[in-house]
């Protein structure tokens, strides 16, 4: 590994440090702030608030697209370089998104955002990881995390108060500030490493993959949110399946593909990406759901719906201890099978929301939800990686985070059309709303419940705890 600490002080470590932990706060801060002020940004562009969704799929799925590009890209061009045009393109989107006029335009400043956030986490981990010596890379990589935790607990209610206190445009215009300060420092601390070769591009393959996503995340959020109808659907979803399958044609036949097919070969890492996959598809719905359950059929306003995640966050953080415990105890299989079918079960019981409910079962039934999917992440996390060998531990980890934000953003369109189905089903009413949202969430759970067997499949060895790489825990279940 290269390593440039001994021409660098402690102090200008530690800047560093900050100036990487400052762009994953950015990045996952604005992954969740968004969610309970969709409501009021409906009102505000004259859309419905069920047809919101395609601004938190815009951003998810860019993110996905760029993530396989993010490695070789800051390679090609320099970390420092790259990393100070994701803080300004990711400053720039948030502009456009504070100024845009209407839904579709909102949508494409996503885009544009979204692009920014996908280089800022992948390439400040490699500029950690090409200046800390290796006795101290783990102790770095804890600290950048740390915000990556604290953006999602933060988020909704930040986002809800700045709906009510100022507007909605405020949850953007606040990273102009940050992000400003974060080029300059950027361009005067962070160091410049020594060049490294870059391979060829397989653009042929990442075109391939990355149209594929495309075509299938847009087919799931044609169904509702841009109004596409069957047809035009049917050939996108067919289209995308196309891409996908001629990719992986392609990859076996190229001798250094984005992804490799052989990766593939290790079980852990199949049954966990599949897993991450389809279980995510159903649980990544819930902090879009649940918001505008709590604003369009409780009365709840912006910066209460906001105020009522944080018990999945805190939930969330606090059941990290106990995870390792429990699955080197019984094992990945019996942990995963168990845990998913219980996050089905906890999805099933918001099917039951009724306005006269209690606070207190409210928040309970939150901080469940935030304790079985923080438990989930983990384990599918660590499992993925945990039998690669070193040389496939950078695809790998690659892989498995395009497959996460896919997750989340196909979950999110799939959870959007669903709504509109059972909204068509019910009546546009607000009194029909609420046995719409049960109804979504019903399903939802359903899909989450059958990825079960996905990690059932996993063989005695595959399910012991190892000892490989494991997957950088930043994230939580909001």
């Given at each position: 590994?290269?390593?440039?600490?001994?021409?660098?002080?402690?102090?200008?470590?530690?800047?560093?440090?900050?100036?990487?932990?400052?762009?994953?706060?950015?990045?996952?801060?604005?992954?969740?702030?968004?969610?309970?002020?969709?409501?009021?940004?409906?009102?505000?562009?004259?859309?419905?608030?069920?047809?919101?969704?395609?601004?938190?799929?815009?951003?998810?799925?860019?993110?996905?697209?760029?993530?396989?590009?993010?490695?070789?890209?800051?390679d090609r061009f320099g970390t420092r370089r790259v990393y100070v045009a994701a803080i300004v393109l990711f400053v720039i989107g948030s502009v456009l998104c504070a100024v845009s006029p209407s839904l579709s335009a909102l949508v494409a400043a996503r885009v544009v955002q979204g692009?920014?956030?996908?280089?800022?986490?992948?390439v400040g981990r490699l500029v950690v990881l090409k200046t800390f010596p290796r006795e101290?890379?783990?102790?770095?990589?804890?600290?950048?995390?740390?915000?990556?935790?604290?953006?999602?607990?933060?988020?909704?209610?930040?986002?809800?108060?700045?709906?009510?206190?100022?507007?909605w445009h405020w949850i953007f215009l606040i990273n102009v500030p940050v992000?400003?300060?974060?080029?300059?420092?950027?361009?005067?601390?962070?160091?410049?490493?020594?060049?490294?070769?870059?391979?060829?591009?397989?653009?042929?393959?990442?075109?391939?993959?990355?149209?594929?996503?495309?075509?299938?995340s847009l087919a799931l959020d044609g169904l509702s949110g841009l109004g596409l109808r069957q047809a035009a659907v049917l050939v996108l979803m067919i289209f995308g399946l196309a891409s996908l399958t001629a990719y992986w044609l392609h990859a076996l036949r190229r001798p250094d593909p984005l992804f490799s097919p052989r990766l593939f070969?290790?079980?852990s890492l199949r049954i966990g990406l599949l897993g991450n996959l389809f279980s995510r598809l159903g649980s990544s719905c819930m902090p879009f759901l649940i918001p505008l359950l709590l604003q369009l059929t409780m009365g709840y306003s912006p910066?209460?719906?906001?105020?009522?995640?944080?018990?999945?966050?805190?939930?969330?953080?606090?059941?990290?201890?106990?995870?390792?415990?429990?699955?080197?105890?019984?094992?990945?299989?019996?942990?995963?099978?168990?845990?998913?079918?219980?996050?089905?079960?906890?999805?099933?019981?918001?099917?039951?929301s009724a306005p006269e409910q209690p606070l207190v079962w409210r928040v309970l039934q939150l901080a469940l939800l935030g304790a079985v999917n923080s438990m989930q992440f983990t384990a599918m996390n660590t499992l993925t990686l945990k039998d690669l060998t070193p040389d496939a531990a950078s695809s790998g980890n690659s892989l498995l985070s395009m497959v996460q934000m896919l997750a989340m953003g196909m979950g999110v369109a799939a959870a959007g059309a669903v709504l509109a189905a059972f909204t068509e089903v019910f009546g546009h009413g607000e009194a029909q709303a609420l046995p719409a949202f049960r109804a979504t969430f019903a399903c939802m759970a359903l899909i989450t419940i059958a990825s079960a067997g996905i990690f059932w499949q996993l063989s005695p060895q595959d399910s012991r705890v190892g000892h490989g790489p494991q997957a950088s825990d930043g994230e939580t279940s909001v």
């Open positions: 590994m290269t390593t440039t600490t001994g021409a660098r002080d402690d102090p200008a470590l530690r800047i560093l440090l900050w100036l990487v932990a400052v762009g994953f706060f950015m990045q996952t801060l604005d992954a969740t702030i968004v969610n309970t002020a969709l409501p009021a940004m409906a009102a505000s562009l004259g859309e419905s608030p069920l047809r919101m969704q395609s601004v938190v799929v815009a951003y998810s799925l860019t993110m996905a697209m760029l993530i396989p590009a993010s490695g070789w890209v800051a692009a920014g956030g996908a280089l800022l986490l992948p101290r890379f783990l102790q770095a990589m804890s600290f950048v995390a740390i915000p990556g935790l604290i953006g999602p607990l933060i988020g909704p209610t930040l986002g809800g108060w700045l709906v009510e206190a100022v507007s992000g400003i300060v974060g080029a300059l420092a950027t361009l005067r601390y962070m160091p410049t490493p020594p060049a490294t070769p870059v391979a060829r591009f397989d653009l042929a393959g990442y075109l391939l993959l990355a149209f594929g996503m495309v075509a299938i070969q290790v079980g910066a209460q719906a906001g105020m009522m995640m944080l018990p999945v966050a805190i939930a969330s953080m606090s059941v990290k201890r106990v995870t390792t415990p429990l699955i080197t105890r019984y094992g990945y299989r019996r942990v995963l099978v168990v845990n998913t079918v219980l996050i089905g079960l906890t999805m099933v019981s918001f099917a039951l």
